[in-house]
C-alpha cells in the first residue's frame, strides 16, 4: 500500500499514445516479476504502443498515479463478434493490498455494462489466490477450464457489481 499512499491523484484512463513509456515499463516489470499468472498478449514495448495506438471496439484502460501506470486492465472479444468480453487485470506489485484492484474491477463492469455486456468472463489460475478471492468476493462463478485453470462468470445486466 505504501506505493499509493502518499500520493493524490489516482484516474482510470483508457489507453492514448501519451501513456506508451509509461506503460511499456509497466508491462516491463510486470513480465519481470509475474508475468506467468497474466499473459493476453506479450508484455513488451512494442505491445504497448500497439495498444495505446489502438482503434478498435475492445477496451482497455490503466490506473495512473502521477503519470505512472500502477494497474492495465481490458474489456477484449468485442472485435470477434463476441457478446461476452473477456477482463484481465494486473497491478503493480507496489499497488497490490491498496484496494485498487477492486476499484479497477467495478470500473471494469461499469465499462462491460455501458458497453451494453449482458456479462463477462474472465481466467484464472488457481494457484492466484489473492485473484481468486477478489473474483469470488466480487460475485464471479467459476467453471473448471483444466488442470491449471478456471473460468469466471459474471451478470453485470442483472445486478452484479
Given at each position: 500500500m505504501s506505493g499509493l499512499a502518499d500520493r493524490t491523484a489516482l484516474e482510470?484512463?483508457?489507453l492514448a499514445p501519451d501513456l506508451v513509456q509509461s506503460l511499456?515499463?509497466?508491462?516491463?516489470?510486470?513480465?519481470?516479476?509475474?508475468?506467468?499468472?497474466?499473459?493476453?498478449?506479450?508484455l513488451t514495448r512494442e505491445s504497448a504502443r500497439q495498444l495505446c495506438e489502438y482503434q478498435g471496439r475492445d477496451l482497455y484502460f490503466v490506473a495512473v498515479c502521477d503519470s505512472r501506470v500502477h494497474g492495465y486492465g481490458l474489456l477484449r472479444g468485442w472485435d470477434e463478434g463476441y457478446?461476452?468480453?473477456?477482463?484481465?487485470i494486473a497491478l503493480s506489485p507496489d499497488a497490490r493490498g491498496s484496494g485498487l484492484a477492486?476499484?479497477?474491477?467495478?470500473?471494469?463492469?461499469?465499462?462491460?455494462?455501458?458497453?451494453?455486456?449482458?456479462?463477462?468472463?474472465?481466467?484464472?489460475?488457481?494457484?492466484?489466490?489473492?485473484?481468486?478471492?477478489?473474483?469470488?468476493?466480487?460475485?464471479?462463478?467459476?467453471?473448471?477450464?483444466?488442470?491449471?485453470?478456471d473460468v469466471g462468470f459474471l451478470d453485470i445486466l442483472s445486478g452484479g457489481s
Open positions: 482510470f484512463r483508457a511499456g515499463d509497466f508491462f516491463e516489470s510486470l513480465a519481470a516479476s509475474d508475468g506467468a499468472f497474466f499473459h493476453p498478449h506479450p457478446a461476452v468480453p473477456s477482463l484481465g477492486r476499484a479497477f474491477m467495478l470500473f471494469l463492469h461499469s465499462a462491460a455494462r455501458l458497453r451494453g455486456a449482458p456479462r463477462i468472463r474472465l481466467t484464472v489460475f488457481r494457484d492466484n489466490v489473492r485473484a481468486v478471492a477478489l473474483y469470488r468476493s466480487l460475485g464471479y462463478r467459476f467453471e473448471t477450464k483444466n488442470s491449471e485453470e
